[in-house]
């Protein structure tokens, strides 16, 4: 039996004449219960590909609701079931559009079934980048963490890393294909980081053009990075140190003498660089894979094997 949640609706925008809502004799909007066919997209990935600039840029427009933090639930959480799913939506009927982002559902391949068996209708969103650059940037934001260490090659070498997390995050051919085996390419719309960076109104139209959202009100695209690795935070070092009092100091967290103290040992991270011979050899693995991509999606992106820009003509 499908699990089903209880959303309050009031007056809003019908996508189409299939989804016009019931009303009681006094014309509002009755509530009803509702199952998967209530969620309307998804933003699947990729990971470090400025997806959650995407997300705060869709949650801008009122009309629009996406929960926070990640569910991950098709890949991660499955275990916990649809009502738990189900319930990070409860309460928003009166929105034009509900959705969520959760960027493993693009690299965990069971992920890609069983959003197909629950939500056949749905419409998906692939934000990629450069898979070596998304590669050494998910490096650093686990490194900022303290859950890898200043080994790089150890996690970015494809002699010794492939099959881990790092590399393949970035083979993006395989994992669109995935999805493509079971939704048409009308239901999912890839973009590219890099177009983002070139211009992030047209991409964020590009976004709600594909989601059918109206253009009575404009886009207003966040002007500044939701994530910033050269923003100060406790060096990895001391984070493993202090590791085990983390449940002493959650409570105090937001607190005026923890964010004081916090200012006073916070810096600036000093990240491993990548050096050119391990940019080479990443950018070799993902040579085959790139150029599958760039027939798959009908674009030249052969710019990510040379490290420059991606052309914007197609293929």
């Not at 926070?68 to 649809?82: C, I, M």
């Not at 070139?198 to 991409?203: F, I, L, N």
């Not at 070092?237 to 040992?265: D, H, Y």
């Amino acid at each position: 039996m499908s699990a089903t949640i209880d959303l309050s609706v009031s007056d809003s925008t019908p996508k189409d004449p299939a989804s016009v809502r019931p009303t009681d004799a006094g014309g509002s909007v009755k509530a009803r219960s509702v199952d998967f066919s209530y969620i309307d997209f998804l933003i699947i990935g990729a990971t470090k590909s400025a997806t959650t600039w995407l997300q705060r840029s869709l949650q801008q427009d009122p009309s629009v609701y996406m929960p926070d933090p990640e569910l991950h639930y098709f890949s991660r959480n499955y275990d916990r079931g649809d009502d738990w799913y189900l319930s990070n939506f409860n309460g928003q009927g009166h929105r034009q559009l509900r959705g969520e982002k959760s960027n493993s559902y693009l690299d965990v391949p069971q992920a890609a079934e069983r959003i197909k068996e629950k939500m056949p209708h749905a419409r998906l969103i692939a934000q990629l980048r450069n898979p070596v650059d998304r590669a050494y940037s998910d490096y650093c934001m686990l490194y900022r963490r303290a859950e890898v260490d200043r080994d790089i090659a150890k996690y970015l070498d494809p002699r010794q890393a492939a099959g881990g997390r790092f590399l393949n995050g970035g083979l993006y051919f395989g994992q669109l294909q995935n999805y493509l085996e079971r939704y048409s390419k009308e239901k999912l719309l890839v973009l590219f980081y890099e177009d983002l960076k070139t211009d992030a109104g047209a991409q964020l139209s590009r976004v709600r053009n594909f989601l059918n959202l109206s253009n009575e009100l404009p886009p207003y695209p966040l002007t500044r990075k939701v994530k910033d690795k050269s923003e100060p935070v406790v060096s990895p070092r001391l984070r493993r140190m202090l590791n085990s009092l983390k449940p002493i100091v959650a409570p105090l967290r937001q607190t005026r003498g923890f964010k004081k103290l916090r200012s006073f040992i916070a810096g600036e991270v000093q990240y491993t660089p990548l050096s050119d011979d391990l940019r080479e050899r990443m950018t070799e693995y993902y040579a085959r894979e790139t150029e599958n991509l760039s027939a798959l999606v009908g674009r030249d992106l052969t710019g990510w094997l040379r490290g420059e820009a991606i052309r914007r003509d197609h293929i």
